[in-house]
T-cell receptor
């Protein structure tokens, strides 16, 4: 069965600094990969996704992620963080023959210092 | 285009009661999935419906059930509520279902509190 690990439960960065959130997955083949963001009391908003092709994917709000097959990773990056980026970030995987079932990582809570 | 809507947004029930939550997908979306989010277990898949048929089911007891109507709206029901059922229940919709995963769009969730 597939699994997702987000090693960092909490991360604090200063506004304007760069950000990298880590995501590692476990699956025998190439999964479909997603990053979602959740603001307090809200549902999940899709930031970006990787299905195939170019391993560097661009998303909304200035985020990007890079799929590295050799490291089973799909890390999320942003060059300059804004205070409004403070939220919880979830990495998720979907696999063939499992429909739309998403397996989520535990999430990383991002705090932004002024 | 309107997003995924879930009703009610907040619900308080007592142990032993049952509850029904509703989800209206984005117009044109035919697949609806449900997830439970708790601080301890995180986000867990409950089930997926497409064309009024359950396509996938997560590892939850039979107290959790769902259905989908011909207009793609979905309901989930939890019977004999337990304290541990307190959670944010999220609904997600996508255009299609099947072997290939599709992009899912989430609603704001229903916050269920069981006392």
């Amino acid at each position: 069965a597939q699994s997702v690990t987000q090693p960092d439960i909490h991360i604090t960065v200063s506004e304007g600094a760069s950000l990298e959130l880590r995501c590692n997955y476990s699956y025998g083949a190439t999964p479909y990969l997603f990053w979602y963001v959740q603001s307090p009391g809200q549902g999940l908003q899709l930031l970006l996704k990787y299905f195939s092709g170019d391993t560097l994917v661009q998303g909304i709000k200035g985020f990007e992620a890079e799929f590295k097959r050799s490291q089973s990773s799909f890390n999320l990056r942003k060059p300059s963080v804004h205070w409004s980026d403070a939220a919880e970030y979830f990495c998720a995987v979907a696999v063939n023959n499992a429909g739309n079932m998403l397996t989520f990582g535990g999430g990383t809570r991002l705090m932004v210092k002024p | 285009k309107a997003g995924v809507t879930q009703t009610p947004r907040y619900l308080i029930k007592t142990r032993g009661q049952q509850v029904t939550l509703s989800c209206s997908p984005i117009s044109g979306h035919r697949s609806v999935s449900w997830y439970q989010q708790t601080p301890g277990q995180g986000l867990q898949f409950l089930f997926e419906y497409f064309s009024e048929t359950q396509r996938n089911k997560g590892n939850f007891p039979g107290r959790f059930s769902g259905r989908q109507f011909s207009n793609s709206r979905s309901e989930m029901n939890v019977s004999t509520l337990e304290l541990g059922d307190s959670a944010l229940y999220l609904c997600a919709s996508s255009i299609k279902a099947g072997a290939v995963a599709d992009t899912q769009y989430f609603g704001p969730g229903t916050r269920l509190t069981v006392l």
